[in-house]
């Protein structure tokens, strides 16, 4: 039991080094990401995108649904294309409002 107290003494003193607050990079609000098309819902204004990394929501990779910001955004894409695309949070829906097709 002895042998325990310096370790956690140890712990008391290392926790508060990881304990502080790490200053997230300052994301700029127009960033491109980058993603595939996985599904695209035309009528619905829909995509659905496994994307990389969003800066600036704060969000890691996933697959997810993202609202169209104009009905004429998704024209010309189809499932499988690479492409690199601006997403934002408007009204609590995550928004693309710039999509473009990478060669
Ligand atoms: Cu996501």
Redesign the pocket.
Known sequence: MKTWIPLLAALAVATPLYAQPVTPPVAQASAMSEGVVRKIDVANGKITLR?GP?ANLD?PP?T?VFTAAQAGLLEGLKVGDRVRFVAEMNSGVYTVTRIERLP
């Open positions: 994307h969003l969000m996933m997810m």
